[in-house]
């Protein structure tokens, strides 16, 4: 099983590009998260996903959209990056809601 | 507001020296996770626990809930311990809230 796996691992954007990163689980696990670490901060949830075809804000969804292709896949989209979103992103999945497993990261930038 | 606390922010030790590191949260919780995260920066989970404590090799994890409070501790620490330790409590639902991390390394 390769667990939760992320890409890209790295990216570079310029202010107002667009992308998605993409998240994939083969535990057959019901809920997906993605998270943002920022230095000095602790994880914060963007969006997650409790079931397929239901997603939910987090704590800090402006300037992101998300989708729950299938019960294995859950990408998050930034329409128009800014600076601001320069961070590390991690998805994470969960069987029953509690023990969550972490993908390896997603460390993008924007300039 | 819920919130999560950890202490301290900064761990350096001896190799060989008993670990404890502390987590504090404001309200009563359903359950809480210690994660650790390596230099690389992949996130492991190492506890989940709603009471009581857990063992795992060198590892222990306690909780006590009337107290808002969680430890984990590492016996005969080693350098390959080094790594960011997090606390993060399910207030009751299903999303996580996190502290912001215990630095610990160890000097061989």
């Known amino acids: 099983n390769a667990g939760v796996t992320q890409t890209p691992k790295f990216q570079v954007l310029k202010t107002g590009q667009s992308m998605t990163l993409q998240c994939a689980q083969d535990?057959?696990?019901?809920?997906m998260y993605w998270y943002r670490q920022d230095p000095g901060m602790g994880l914060r949830l963007i969006y997650y996903s409790a079931s397929e075809g239901t997603t939910d804000k987090g704590e800090v969804p402006n300037g992101y959209n998300v989708s729950r292709l299938n019960k294995r896949e859950f990408s998050l989209r930034l329409e128009s990056a800014a600076p601001s979103q320069t961070s590390v992103y991690f998805c994470a999945s969960s069987r029953d809601g509690y023990e969550q497993y972490f993908g390896p990261g997603t460390r993008l930038t924007v300039t | 507001k819920n919130e999560v606390e950890q202490s301290p922010q900064n761990l350096t030790a001896q190799e060989g020296e008993f670990i404890t590191i502390n987590c504090s949260y404001s309200v009563g919780i359903s359950a809480l996770h210690w994660l650790q995260q390596h230099p690389g920066g992949g996130i492991v989970s190492l506890f989940m626990?709603?009471?009581g404590k857990k063992k795992h090799g060198r590892l222990i994890a306690t909780i006590n809930i009337q107290e808002k409070h969680s430890s984990l501790h590492i016996t005969a620490s080693h350098p390959r311990d080094s790594a960011v330790y997090i606390c993060a409590v399910y207030f009751g639902n299903e999303k996580l809230t996190f502290g912001t991390g215990t630095r610990l390394t160890i000097i061989p």
């Open positions: 535990m057959n696990h019901n809920s």
């Open positions: 626990l709603s009471s």
